[in-house]
């Protein structure tokens, strides 16, 4: 079956940085656009990131460009999310998602456009 197992989630300090993976099994893949998405205590999952299936094209939201980065190695099938420069208002569960055979274009950052999701690893950013 399916699986996206997140890692890397810790407590950092402000200005910090950290970075998340996410393994893949039970999936070509290839056939997989991958995406992180967040969820903070309270408030509606909240798209982060998206890398297309070679990892040649890549999405971010505008609260993170520019200090957020995602990859992926197809060799190892992972994917990762090198968060720099991170802020309290960072803090929240990380998911890691798939969407099948779907190009990124065109994205408007809805967790419905995606199609599997692991459990979610904790990122905590102190002031």
């Known amino acids: 079956q399916v699986q996206l197992v997140e890692s890397g989630g810790e407590l950092v300090q402000a200005g910090g940085s950290l970075r998340l993976s996410c393994a893949a099994s039970?999936?070509?893949?290839?056939?997989?656009?991958m995406g992180w998405f967040r969820q903070a205590p309270g408030k509606e999952r909240q798209f982060v990131a998206a890398?297309?299936?070679?990892?040649?094209?890549?999405y971010c939201a505008d609260s993170v460009e520019g200090r957020f980065t995602i990859s992926r190695d197809n060799d190892k099938n992972m994917v990762y999310l090198q968060m720099n420069s991170l802020k309290p208002e960072d803090t929240a569960v990380y998911y890691c998602?798939?969407?099948?055979?779907?190009?990124?274009?065109?994205?408007?950052?809805?967790?419905?456009?995606?199609?599997?999701w692991g459990q979610g690893t904790q990122v905590t950013v102190s002031s």
């Open positions: 998602t798939g969407r099948y055979l779907r190009s990124i274009g065109g994205l408007l950052g809805r967790p419905d456009e995606f199609d599997y």
């Open positions: 039970g999936i070509t893949f290839t056939n997989y656009a």
């Open positions: 890398i297309n299936w070679s990892g040649g094209r890549t």
